[in-house]
């Protein structure tokens, strides 16, 4: 790849953008990247937030209820509010942006859509936009997710241990490290997603999310339900796998929504939660290659203290600790990865993880957009 003078560069000044399956926001992650060894240095965070108008549309396309000249009216407009944002950053010279955008689909070794044009941006900026990161895994055979581990590896790795960097995000997801390595990664099920809807739902949209899950340890968790949500078929599958709101979205919340509808407010949010916690402990006893010493949480479920106790109670002999703990913002992680994915694929190093995936070879994650 020789297009890009950002090609020569031993150092670069990326921006990762990420918005998650939460759809609360959108999170612009700046750090500086060597390409000798990948360090990463983180520098700043800026958040920004959707209008209710634009969550509302991307809520529709992230459940299907959305026509195709919809969607693709969405996807440009998308890709202004990224360009827009970014002229608020002040984050100073940037040499390259790694775009995820908003996934509207995703199922495993067959297809994954995320929206937001990144042309918009690549005017804007001035410099190249890398996005798609997961099709080219998808056809090589992978799961298309997930694709963070390879920053897991390069930032965490050094720390020599049996580890697991866990991501709460609207869905869950861990890397296991051993010895500096990935030996393995997956998506464990659902995290905030099922929670944030169901305090969407619960307080008429006046709420988006259970703060430190207040509400949660309030109330007393239904056992015979949770058990009941455990019999998903996702948690017999293998790993590699991975899953999105197509599994633990609305449809998911709906189908329970009877029994759910009989208990308090406090006692559906620790249901939830405890469904959570009992699916993140599952996914380590039956599914991962060991049992870490160590998991390091990242992601917006970090604030979610109850969560965290909750999981901390079924694996009670695992220490667990967050990425603040490392000098990484506990939602600067996701972000960070698609800035160094970016990079990566300017310089053409291969960053997909098959140990994690299951595709067949390892490839150079995303595509190019230069103006």
């Not at 464990?188 to 899950?213: C, F, H, W």
Request: proline share 3%.
């Amino acid at each position: 790849m020789t297009l890009f003078p950002q090609n020569r560069s031993k150092k670069l000044n990326v921006v990762g953008i990420m918005n998650g399956t939460s759809l609360d926001g959108i999170d612009f992650v700046f750090i500086q990247v060597e390409k000798k060894n990948l360090k990463c240095q983180f520098k700043k965070i800026k958040s920004f937030s959707f209008s209710k108008q634009l969550q509302d549309q991307l809520s529709r396309a992230a459940n299907h209820l959305m026509s195709v000249d919809e969607l693709a009216l969405l996807h440009h407009e998308l890709g202004r509010f990224y360009s827009q944002c970014f002229l608020k950053l002040g984050f100073g010279k940037v040499d390259l942006i790694g775009l995820h955008g908003q996934t509207v689909f995703h199922k495993g070794r067959m297809a994954s859509l995320q929206i937001g044009e990144p042309s918009y941006l690549a005017v804007t900026a001035g410099c190249p936009v890398v996005s798609d990161f997961r099709v080219a895994d998808i056809a090589l055979g992978g799961e298309g997710a997930p694709v963070a581990t390879f920053f897991h590896q390069q930032v965490f790795g050094s720390l020599q241990s049996k580890l697991s960097i866990h991501n709460l995000g609207g869905i869950s997801n861990l890397t296991l490290l051993k010895n500096g390595k990935v030996v393995q990664g997956f998506d464990t099920g659902p995290a905030n997603m099922l929670i944030d809807l169901e305090v969407q739902r619960s307080s008429k949209e006046k709420r988006r999310y259970d703060r430190n899950g207040a509400t949660a340890e309030k109330g007393q968790s239904d056992q015979a339900l949770v058990k009941k949500m455990m019999q998903h078929p996702y948690f017999r599958k293998k790993a590699p796998k991975s899953c999105g709101r197509e599994e633990f979205g609305i449809l998911f919340l709906n189908h329970f929504s009877n029994q759910l509808k009989k208990l308090s407010e406090p006692d559906r949010l620790a249901t939830l939660t405890d469904f959570v916690a009992t699916s993140i402990a599952h996914a380590y006893l039956k599914h991962a290659k060991f049992i870490p010493h160590e998991i390091i949480f990242c992601g917006g479920g970090v604030y979610n203290k109850f969560l965290l106790k909750q999981i901390q109670k079924k694996l009670p002999n695992v220490k667990m600790s967050t990425v603040e703990s490392y000098h990484w913002g506990a939602q600067s992680i996701e972000g960070a990865a698609f800035a160094l994915l970016a990079a990566a694929k300017i310089w053409n190093i291969k960053s997909s993880l098959p140990k994690s995936t299951g595709a067949r070879r390892a490839v150079s994650l995303g595509k190019i957009t230069v103006i």
